[in-house]
Structure formats: structure tokens, C-alpha cells
């Protein structure tokens, strides 16, 4: 007999997890398609103090770890498999991934998004090498060193924050003139004596032979351009970059509506 699950869901973040336990919970058949990584961005946040009801002191990856468990617990089929392409057009739907081909008469896509680039020369040789787009993940790389965050908003506010529990220094690096933070955010930033900021400043270039050993900065208003090098005790130093996400819609391109930033109505 042919094997068609009730309900499909093509990505494991915060969305598909919730997804599956509420399909498995109404006794559905459920099959939640993973890919490479469980849990999706809030797994690389070190502090959620915002999801309500969690549990004293949550992180991005015990709330996730939780959350599979339930999963589990209403007995959801969990496949880690990449999905290459889709056909929405029949009541039965069909997903085509690396390892097999799966049907369902309904579909939930929650890939989720990936992080934007800052788009300068020099920052996708040295990611990983000195860019980074995780705080979490790569902090302790830069024990007592400086480090430059690049963005504005809460993302790189609260990482940027979270960073000088390891960097001697912090620097964030923003295009206007103030931030786009939440106030209760800024207040707390504002406030934290190892946090700097380059105002209307952008990020040009960023140097270095197999890890970073210099960046250049434009301040837009004055046009000025400066380079700052690796102090030579250090070697390096941390670029963070943290301005936004590019939703992971091209399997559906063509196939679903998209809006003019690629997201699904």
C-alpha cells in the first residue's frame, strides 16, 4: 500500500517542530522532514529570555531540545533527509529528496532563513576564519580580543552584548546614526562599558591571509575611510556580522506566492 502521510513538514526550526507536535498530537499521520541541522536560529542563540512560559535561564538549544521531545512523545516520524524539489499540483502532494521521494495531502514549508552577507570583498574567504554569524557558536574564539559587530537592530544589539562576556572590546558597527534596537535593548547596551559604536559607518573590505588581520571602515556621512589592523599580540580579531535573513524559499519559487523579499504569504 502506497504510503501517504496526512501532513508534511519540509524544516525542523522552532515552526516545524510546533507544526509536527500539533499534528501528531490530533492523531494525524506526521512526517517532519529534517535537514543537516535541527532547530534553526534560535539553536545558535545563547539567551532567550522572551519565550513565554520557558524555563528559567533558557537557551536556544534547550527550548529546541524540548521541543523535540514532545515531538517524539506524540509519536511523529522525524526523516533527515534535504528536499530538492516539490510538486504541489495533485491533492497528493509529492517531495522529492537526497534519499527518497515522500507524499502527504498537506504540506507545511517552514525552511526558515539564512543569515545575510555584509557583501564586502573579503568576507566569504574569511568566514569561518574570522567572520562569523554566531555568537553562540564562536565567542570563545576571541577570548580577551576586539571584536566589531556589524548590524543594528536586536539581533546584533543582544549579541553584541552577549560577546563582551569574552572580548576585551566590543565594537558595533552601524550605518545610521542610531540604533534600530528596542529601547529596553539600547538602555541596557548603553550602559555596558565595553560596548563602542561607529556610527554611519559601513564595513568596505576585510584583509587577511587565511584569518582576518585588518578591516576597512567608510563613515558615510564624512566619506572618511579607515583600516584597522589585528593588534600584533592578538593576531586577529572577530567580525560579527548581524544585519538580517534571506528566507529559503527557491524550492518553492514557481510553485507557491512569493512576496517582492522572497517570503511566503
Request: net charge negative.
Amino acid at each position: 500500500m502506497e504510503n501517504v502521510y496526512d501532513i508534511a513538514i519540509i524544516g525542523s526550526g522552532p515552526a516545524g517542530l510546533a507544526a509536527a507536535l500539533y499534528g501528531a498530537r490530533a492523531k494525524m499521520k506526521t512526517l517532519l522532514l529534517e535537514g543537516m541541522k535541527v532547530g534553526g536560529q534560535i539553536v545558535i542563540t545563547h539567551e532567550v529570555a522572551n519565550y513565554p512560559g520557558s524555563v528559567p535561564e533558557a537557551t536556544g538549544p534547550s527550548l529546541i531540545g524540548r521541543m523535540e521531545e514532545q515531538v517524539e512523545e506524540f509519536g511523529a516520524e522525524r526523516v533527515m533527509d534535504n528536499i530538492v524539489d516539490v510538486d504541489f499540483t495533485d491533492k497528493i502532494k509529492v517531495l522529492k529528496g537526497a534519499k527518497g521521494e515522500y507524499k502527504a495531502k498537506a504540506v507545511i514549508v517552514a525552511t526558515g532563513a539564512s543569515p545575510k552577507l555584509a557583501g564586502c570583498p573579503g568576507e566569504k574567504e574569511l568566514t569561518g576564519k574570522g567572520v562569523s554569524y554566531c555568537a553562540t557558536c564562536d565567542a570563545d574564539f576571541f577570548e580577551d580580543m576586539e571584536v566589531f559587530v556589524i548590524g543594528g537592530g536586536d539581533t546584533a544589539v543582544e549579541e553584541a552584548m552577549f560577546l563582551t562576556k569574552f572580548a576585551r572590546k566590543v565594537t558595533i558597527v552601524h550605518r545610521r546614526a542610531e540604533l534600530r534596537a528596542a529601547k529596553s535593548i539600547q538602555e541596557k547596551a548603553f550602559k555596558n562599558e565595553k560596548l563602542n559604536f561607529m556610527w554611519n559607518t559601513v564595513i568596505e573590505e576585510i584583509k587577511g591571509d587565511g584569518i582576518v588581520e585588518s578591516a576597512v571602515f567608510k563613515n558615510r556621512e564624512t566619506g572618511e575611510v579607515t583600516e584597522f589592523v589585528a593588534p600584533e599580540e592578538d593576531g586577529t580579531f572577530g567580525i560579527f556580522v548581524f544585519i538580517g535573513y534571506d528566507p529559503k524559499s527557491a524550492l518553492v519559487e514557481g510553485k507557491l506566492e512569493l512576496d517582492e523579499s522572497g517570503y511566503i504569504p
